[in-house]
């Protein structure tokens, strides 16, 4: 069985380049899906807290390990959630984490997003005055809670990194801390390159892994997966628009996590496929001239009231990101 190429990260840990999302993935149906992807060859999972099932992802990794794999040949990556971004909740809430996965350490913890939400009102508080907006703590800034990732234990966390973080966030955490994350975890696909935080991160040997790489639709666009190019260049390669788009981060050198709870996918997902540069080119004009990010908590419900990305569709945030 191939296990897939492995990459390096800055502190050595070796990290196969192609993992298994959860996102989205229903009780009942990511039990099975973390199971048949490992008994196919994923080593990495992609797993957060926020995912509200790494209870049964927990009960999958019982079947499987020591069965079909020992702990230290998976790489678990999981996420520290909005509303523990207080320097008293991040260790409590990685135990949890610990504790539903029913593993003693992760290889990889990340800030899942650069905004901090009340502690102690569940995972996603409502606002109390204003209907329908999630209730942000705006005193905590991201060097503090930077800072309570810098002092987890190694026993319990490998690697720390950080996820939709931006040139500037990255900058402001790095500047006060010297601690350089090892990965940031972005949505990258053909209509977001994010070439100049790209850029950035290769400068700081930050590793991208990419999410949402097949474009996980919620906003209405069509799927990158029926583009006509995407269709055409798989049809030539004997491959599916799934392997021909993870093809397409790979080529720029990301990890990349597609979410799948369909047997056949999952397995399909997981078999590289390489690009030519022309290939490469073609899908990469796709986003010429188009730009588009799905995942912008701005447009959540509950919305959350804070700009973070400078994206258009966020002019009207109250707020900003508080760095330090
Ligand atoms: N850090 C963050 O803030 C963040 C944000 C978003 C995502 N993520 C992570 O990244 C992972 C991947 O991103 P994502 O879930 O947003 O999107 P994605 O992996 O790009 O797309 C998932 C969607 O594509 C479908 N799909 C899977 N394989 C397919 C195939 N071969 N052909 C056609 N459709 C296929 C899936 O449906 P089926 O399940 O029915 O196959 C699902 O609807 C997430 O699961 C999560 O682990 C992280």
Same mark, same amino acid.
Not at 289 to 303: K, Q, S, W
């Given at each position: 069985?191939?296990?897939?190429?492995?990459?390096?990260?800055?502190?050595?840990?070796?990290?196969?380049?192609?993992?298994?999302?959860?996102?989205?993935?229903?009780?009942?149906?990511?039990?099975?899906?973390?199971?048949?992807?490992?008994?196919?060859?994923?080593?990495?999972?992609?797993?957060?807290?926020?995912?509200?099932n790494q209870d049964e992802?927990g009960a999958?990794?019982?079947?499987?390990?020591?069965?079909?794999?020992?702990?230290?040949?998976?790489?678990?990556?999981?996420?520290?959630?909005?509303?523990?971004?207080?320097?008293?909740?991040?260790?409590?809430?990685?135990?949890?984490?610990?504790?539903q996965?029913?593993?003693?350490?992760?290889?990889?913890?990340?800030?899942?997003?650069?905004?901090?939400?009340?502690?102690?009102?569940?995972?996603?508080?409502?606002?109390?005055?204003?209907?329908?907006?999630?209730?942000?703590?705006?005193?905590?800034?991201?060097?503090?809670?930077?800072?309570?990732?810098?002092?987890? !234990? &190694? @026993?319990?966390?490998?690697?720390?990194?950080? $996820? #939709? =973080?931006?040139?500037?966030? /990255?900058?402001?955490?790095?500047?006060?801390?010297?601690?350089?994350?090892?990965?940031?975890?972005?949505?990258?696909?053909?209509?977001?390159?994010?070439?100049?935080?790209?850029?950035?991160?290769?400068?700081?040997?930050?590793?991208?892994?990419?999410?949402?790489?097949?474009?996980?639709?919620?906003?209405?666009?069509?799927?990158?997966?029926?583009?006509?190019?995407?269709?055409?260049?798989?049809?030539?390669?004997?491959?599916?628009?799934?392997?021909?788009?993870?093809?397409?981060?790979?080529?720029?050198?990301?990890?990349?996590? !597609? &979410? @799948?709870?369909?047997?056949?996918?999952?397995? $399909? #997902? =997981?078999?590289?496929?390489? /690009?030519?540069?022309?290939?490469?080119?073609?899908?990469?004009?796709?986003?010429?001239?188009?730009?588009?990010?799905?995942?912008?908590?701005?447009?959540?419900?509950?919305?959350?009231?804070?700009?973070?990305?400078?994206?258009?569709?966020?002019?009207?945030?109250?707020?900003?990101?508080?760095?330090?």
């Amino acid at each position: 069985m191939s296990f897939g190429k492995i990459l390096t990260l800055s502190s050595g840990a070796p990290l196969p380049q192609i993992g298994l999302g959860t996102w989205l993935s229903k009780p009942k149906e990511v039990e099975n899906a973390v199971e048949i992807a490992v008994r196919n060859g994923y080593r990495h999972l992609d797993l957060a807290m926020i995912y509200q099932n790494q209870d049964e992802v927990g009960a999958a990794l019982k079947k499987v390990i020591p069965s079909v794999v020992k702990r230290e040949e998976l790489f678990l990556t999981s996420k520290l959630w909005n509303s523990a971004h207080q320097p008293g909740e991040v260790e409590k809430e990685l135990d949890e984490t610990l504790k539903q996965l029913g593993v003693e350490y992760l290889d990889l913890y990340l800030v899942h997003w650069p905004v901090a939400f009340t502690p102690g009102k569940g995972l996603v508080p409502p606002h109390p005055t204003k209907k329908g907006e999630a209730e942000l703590d705006l005193e905590i800034s991201l060097v503090e809670t930077w800072k309570a990732m810098i002092a987890l !234990p &190694k @026993s319990k966390v490998r690697n720390i990194g950080v $996820s #939709n =973080f931006t040139i500037e966030h /990255l900058e402001g955490i790095i500047s006060a801390t010297g601690v350089v994350p090892v990965a940031n975890q972005i949505e990258a696909h053909p209509l977001l390159p994010q070439d100049d935080l790209v850029a950035y991160c290769k400068s700081k040997n930050i590793h991208i892994t990419a999410y949402s790489p097949l474009g996980n639709n919620l906003i209405g666009e069509k799927k990158l997966t029926d583009e006509p190019v995407v269709e055409e260049i798989a049809t030539r390669l004997g491959a599916t628009t799934a392997q021909v788009l993870v093809a397409w981060g790979v080529y720029r050198g990301y990890s990349v996590i !597609p &979410k @799948s709870v369909q047997e056949s996918r999952i397995i $399909s #997902n =997981f078999k590289q496929v390489e /690009l030519s540069k022309e290939d490469y080119e073609k899908l990469s004009a796709l986003g010429h001239g188009r730009h588009v990010r799905y995942n912008i908590p701005y447009r959540y419900d509950p919305v959350w009231d804070i700009a973070l990305f400078g994206e258009p569709e966020e002019a009207k945030a109250t707020h900003k990101v508080k760095i330090a």
